[in-house]
Every structure is written in structure tokens, then in C-alpha cells.
């Protein structure tokens, strides 16, 4: 079992940053990589960034170029730098882990932006 808790989120104005944190505790050992999704009213979850216990990393269209994703040195934290943000990346942010047998969740931390 993995437990995940996000901070970070909140709100902030058009053109700010914020950056969201994920702690991991409990089987770290078979994580295979961290990610970050999100979801915002009306809309399906879809992924933002991602990072392998290799350090590779995978960006959806709306975070590059804007979002940076990153683990900590402990490999049990998960970062993700968001710059120039727009009102469009108001959602519910969820840190998301992945092992051999199944993902694991979050339970998700508001990012709300104001025009």
C-alpha cells in the first residue's frame, strides 16, 4: 500500500505560480513513477506531468513549456512547479503513483485562478 498527500494548492492570480508538493509513504519501494493529474468541473482527469524512478519525464500539452515536474532527493516526494498559469488550469489537482500491481491516488488539492 502507498499513501499520498498533496499540498500546495490554492488560489492565485493569472500569470502567478504555485507549486504542489506529494508525499509518499508506505511501499515507496514499488513505485515505478509519479505524476500529477487533474480534473476540473464538468471535465474528465487527465494527466499533467509524469516522472519514472529514472528520472524521465512526460508532459501533457497544456504543461509544457509552463509546468515543471520533479522528485525530491528522499524519491518519495513529487513536485510540480506550475508558472504562468490562466484561469483554464483551475481544477483539482491528484498526485497519482504507479507500481507493478496498481495506481494509487491522492485525495486531490484545489488550484483555483483568477483572471
Known amino acids: 500500500q502507498v499513501q499520498l498527500v498533496e499540498s500546495g494548492g490554492g488560489l492565485v492570480q493569472a500569470g502567478g505560480s504555485l507549486r504542489l508538493s506529494c508525499a509518499a509513504s508506505?511501499?515507496?519501494?514499488?513505485?515505478?513513477?509519479m505524476g500529477w493529474y487533474r480534473q476540473a468541473p464538468g471535465k474528465q482527469r487527465e494527466l499533467v506531468a509524469a516522472?519514472?524512478?529514472?528520472?524521465?519525464?512526460n508532459y501533457a500539452d497544456i504543461a509544457k513549456g509552463r509546468f515543471i515536474i520533479s522528485r525530491g532527493d528522499a524519491k518519495n516526494m513529487v513536485y510540480l512547479q506550475m508558472n504562468s498559469l490562466k484561469p483554464e488550469d483551475t481544477a483539482v489537482y491528484y498526485c497519482?503513483?504507479?507500481?507493478?500491481?496498481?495506481?494509487?491516488w491522492g485525495q486531490g488539492t484545489q488550484v483555483t485562478v483568477s483572471s
Open positions: 516522472i519514472t524512478i529514472g528520472g524521465s519525464t
Open positions: 497519482n503513483v504507479k507500481t507493478m500491481l496498481k495506481d494509487y
Open positions: 508506505g511501499s515507496i519501494f514499488s513505485i515505478n513513477a
